[in-house]
């Protein structure tokens, strides 16, 4: 379920330490190292898997609870104003960590 070597996964375990601000079982949300806007956080599944090209009826379930969430864990991260979703796909999208993470981007007026 969870990969020896992936960055996310060690978060997840706890062996790199991470700015967290929702946790539960299926998922862990925590600040992103190198904020790219005011409010930067990752969503990602408490499930290893790379792409959403592989997508399987467990995964979609996640996934699925998460989209459910974010609202939830957005508004109480302060983003009541609005906030960006972006899930990098691959090396054209400049994805870094191959373990599948939703970026929530907000606190300030974003550019396109
Ligand atoms: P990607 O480019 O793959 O869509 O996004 C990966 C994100 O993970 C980047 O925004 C990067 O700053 C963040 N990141 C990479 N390593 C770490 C880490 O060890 N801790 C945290 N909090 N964020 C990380
Ligand atoms: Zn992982």
Known sequence: MLDKD?????????????????????????KDIEPKAKVHLLA???????????????????????LKKIPEIANESGLKNGYRLVINQGDDAGQTVFHLHVHILGGETLDW
């Not at 929702?22 to 998922?27: F, I």
């Open 44 to 66: 990602i599944p408490k499930n290893h898997f790379k792409l959403l090209s592989e997508m399987d009826k467990e995964r979609s379930e996640i996934l699925n609870y998460m």
């Open 6 to 30: 992936c960055i996310f996964c060690k978060i997840i375990r706890g062996e790199i330490p991470s700015s967290k601000v929702y946790e539960d079982d299926k998922m862990l949300v925590f």
